[in-house]
């Protein structure tokens, strides 16, 4: 059984507000700063599961593409993110993301965050798997996301600092369930609060238009570089309320993730792409190096390239990991360029500096998410999403390296722009039908195991029909109790469903998507999958690309 809303106590207090917005990254902290400066009279309330640092945004080690140097260019930023995405990036949102990318990158600098920069002054820009320019600004060495997101968060406490100013944040805030009109538009949110006072507990908060920026679906697999409060939240509150998903199958597992053992679980030390920029290797056990020969970028090629490369070698050698050998670089690369993955890796017992690094692929990035149309508007009037819970079109079947940052900034503008010019009509929620349903939190780990198992970096039609069995049971299980580990259950258990359908129905390999029993790609794959909620089940749908039809390419 598949929920139709969370289980949770009925809603104890109420709050009104014009727009909420659901998350406290990169995507979530520009919309609220955006909606407050457009929108000066209305009331903008921004919400966040934990801590407000404690997404993925601070994560980010590698930098923000962006075409801010003299030999690069949109058009040649836009070429790169097409070849990544497979076939199937919608181009008018890439261009989007090109061309308004650049002076988004320069408004966060003029907010006050401080990228590196070269000795005469320009940004110090770096390559990444995919590029074929130099293009992506960095800080603090590998520091990216902290200083994005700890430049966001000072003007963000500025601007909620302000009384009056009409910018509340809220912590420790979880969103259990978008509130619909008797028409099905967005009417705001029931959430849990923890340490508010009078508004503790489960409530509920009115608004006309709902953002959703709460990351990805990262925690639904064992190994994973996101956080573990990266569990699906927006994905299953949008499918729950009618909203479709698209492009779900596409979960990027990067590369080159610090292996800790056979027994390790959830967040796992990203070792950045930025580190190959700088000329580190790949070989196998033996010292080989695999990846010359294998395309021409070598180790520098795209993700889904480089991640299956390596599944290759382990599957042949019968190995857990393969090695990141960057000792040429020398101490003094390692202590400037990257201190923190230094710092990290030496707290494992590892220096690179004099031996190679072991690694393996795993969770990342979600190309896909809830279906949205260049302003960020979902096909609930109300609902916008951005950031990794959305699929604007940017990443198609694989993501671009170092886009994801510059996607949250330029999207999450976009949005802003759009409510103050047409911001939605007044909205009264109407009683909730929806079958409510809650899984016990011991779920998690089943759950992770089996989509590790069947729906990892290599998939194929039986293991998929049996994950999809296995979570049918996981869903027909005694309820659990109310709580955000069991609510945190239920939407992974959604996203996992969600993203297994998808991805059985999708019969090829392309991009982050790898069938062994389908290796090749498929012209007549080059569309979309979106998933919906009906209920009690989830619906699968196909829609051509259309460009690629005018081509005559299905």
Not at 116 to 133: C, F, I, N, S
Not at 372 to 394: K, M, Q
Request: hydrophobic content about 45%; aromatic content about 4%.
């Amino acid at each position: 059984m598949i929920a139709g809303r969370l289980l949770a106590p009925d809603a104890g207090w109420i709050r009104r507000a014009d727009v909420i917005v659901v998350g406290s990254g990169v995507a979530g902290v520009t919309v609220a700063l955006n909606a407050r400066r457009l929108m000066p009279d209305r009331r903008i309330l921004l919400v966040t599961k934990s801590m407000l640092d404690d997404g993925s945004t601070r994560w980010a080690q590698g930098g923000v593409a962006a075409a801010l140097g003299p030999e690069d260019s949109p058009e040649q930023h836009l070429a790169d993110t097409l070849t990544a995405g497979a076939g199937l990036c919608d181009a008018a949102a890439v261009r989007a993301l090109v061309t308004e990318g650049p002076d988004a990158v320069r408004r966060l600098i003029a907010l006050g965050a401080r990228f590196d920069a070269e000795p005469g002054g320009p940004l110090a820009l770096t390559r990444e798997g995919g590029h074929l320019r130099s293009r992506i600004a960095h800080a603090g060495g590998d520091a990216t996301g902290a200083e994005i997101s700890r430049a966001l968060l000072f003007a963000l406490e500025q601007a909620s600092a302000v009384p009056g100013g009409g910018l509340d944040v809220i912590e420790h805030a979880m969103s259990l369930d978008l509130l619909l009109t008797q028409d099905g538009r967005a009417a705001g949110l029931t959430l849990h609060v923890i340490g508010e006072g009078q508004q503790d507990g489960v409530g509920a908060v009115y608004a006309p238009a709902v953002v959703l920026a709460t990351g990805g679906i990262g925690q639904v697999y064992s190994a994973t570089t996101n956080p573990q409060v990266s569990t699906g939240d927006g994905v299953a509150l949008a499918l729950r309320a009618g909203a479709g998903v698209a492009d779900l199958e596409f979960v990027q597992f990067h590369p080159t993730v610090l292996w800790l053992g056979p027994d390790a679980r959830g967040r796992q030390p990203l070792i950045s792409e930025a580190v190959r920029g700088e000329g580190a290797f790949l070989v196998d056990e033996a010292g080989n190096r695999f990846m010359t020969g294998r395309h021409p970028l070598a180790d520098l090629a795209p993700r889904d390239v480089v991640a299956k490369a390596i599944m290759n070698v382990m599957i042949k050698a019968g190995t857990d990991h393969v090695y990141l050998d960057g000792r040429h670089l020398g101490a003094a690369t390692w202590q400037h360029r990257f201190p923190t993955i230094l710092t990290t890796l030496r707290a494992h017992g590892i220096d690179p500096v004099s031996q190679p690094i072991p690694v393996v692929p795993a969770a990342h990035y979600a190309s896909g998410g809830v279906k949205t149309d260049l302003r960020g508007r979902t096909s609930i009037t109300g609902l916008y999403a951005c950031g990794e819970t959305a699929c604007t079109g940017v990443h198609g079947a694989n993501r671009l390296a170092s886009n994801s940052l510059l996607e949250g900034l330029v999207f999450a503008e976009r949005i802003a722009a759009d409510l103050a010019s047409n911001f939605p009509a007044p909205a009264e929620p109407a009683a909730d039908r929806r079958k409510p349903r809650l899984l016990d939190q011991a779920a998690m780990t089943e759950i992770a195991q089996l989509m590790t198992e069947r729906a990892g970096v290599v998939r194929s039609g039986t293991g998929l029909t049996m994950a999809a069995e296995e979570l049918k049971k996981i869903g027909d299980q005694p309820a659990g109790t109310p709580g955000v580990l069991a609510w945190e259950a239920t939407n992974l258990h959604l996203a996992a469903a969600a993203l297994v359908a998808a991805a059985a129905a999708r019969r090829e390999t392309r991009g982050s998507h790898w069938r062994e029993d389908y290796p090749d790609s498929s012209a007549a794959w080059l569309g979309h999958l979106t998933v919906t909620l009906g209920l009690d089940d989830l619906t699968v749908s196909y829609e051509p690309d259309q460009v690629a039809e005018q081509k005559g390419q299905r």
